[in-house]
């Protein structure tokens, strides 16, 4: 599995940025997908996670302004981020799971990938 964030840029509080994760491989489509993100000085944090079949879970501070999604057909993972804030700069990584059930569990994912780092400006 290789995975490849891209999508990440400089941007005012209040707009919106489009992540995705290339998958090179078609391993991880029966698997959950999820984001995380780290910030300077802090821990890598969980965002949002999709299972095999769609379902979805957020952290509770992306929630409502975050969307997750999945389109199998071509191995690509996506986070769609409106309203961004000061406080959602960080890199961003996406990573597959072990199993199908979306986790916000850090050690359930198996593979990771090259972060895109996100900056939101006030």
């Known amino acids: 599995v290789q995975l490849q964030a891209s999508g990440g840029g400089s941007v005012q509080a209040g707009d919106s940025l489009r992540l995705s994760c290339a998958n090179s491989?078609?391993?991880?489509?029966?698997?959950?997908l999820g984001w995380f993100r780290q910030a300077p000085g802090k821990e890598r944090e969980f965002v949002a996670s999709i299972g095999w079949k769609g379902a979805t879970i957020y952290a509770d501070s992306v929630e409502g302004r975050f969307t997750i999604s999945r389109d199998n057909a071509v191995n690509t993972l996506y986070l769609q981020m409106d309203s961004l804030r000061p406080e959602d700069t960080a890199v961003y990584s996406c990573?597959?799971?072990?199993?199908?059930?979306?986790?916000?569990?850090?050690?359930?994912?198996?593979?990771w990938g090259q972060g895109t780092l996100v900056t939101v400006s006030s």
């Open positions: 491989k078609r391993t991880g489509s029966n698997n959950a």
């Open positions: 990573a597959v799971a072990g199993s199908s059930v979306a986790t916000s569990r850090l050690e359930n994912y198996r593979y």
